[in-house]
């Protein structure tokens, strides 16, 4: 696997995966595409959100959206596409991602997602990380399920 920083070219890479992932949480956000067939993207590409694709034979297979406060760092957006699923991509994926930044972690997950949770639960337990998980009160998605850790 070959991990990528979102930059340049690579954003429209990026852009375009978010697509697949907000269709598949749709069904739990209620979101709807714009007028132009899109959805709207919750969470930039900034100088406090950065994104890191993966590519799996040289083609794009998920991606990462962290939010970064100095030592501090939030998965805000994570997705991994169906058909690369049930591999252990995503658990190397972030086992990358947690060496290139480790500090303080958290993972929240939106309400009927049970599948993310799992994913968390045991993509942490994989990389041998001891985790926090509680319910907790996001101000823009409500009740989420949230794991918190440090690596």
Known sequence: MEIRQVVGSLTQVYFNLV???EAEFSVLTEKLPGGNG???IDTPIDEQHLGYLAYENGRPVGFINILKVQNTFEVCEFYIVPAARKRKLGSSFM???WQMYPGHWQ???IQGAD???NFWRNALTLNGID???SQYQDD???VVNRQIFTV
């Open 19 to 21: 697509q697949a992932y």
């Open 95 to 97: 086992s990358k991602i």
């Open 131 to 133: 985790y926090c998980e």
């Open 38 to 40: 899109l959805f709207q």
């Open 115 to 117: 599948h993310a949770i």
């Open 140 to 142: 823009y998605w409500g």
């Open 107 to 109: 993972v929240k997950q």
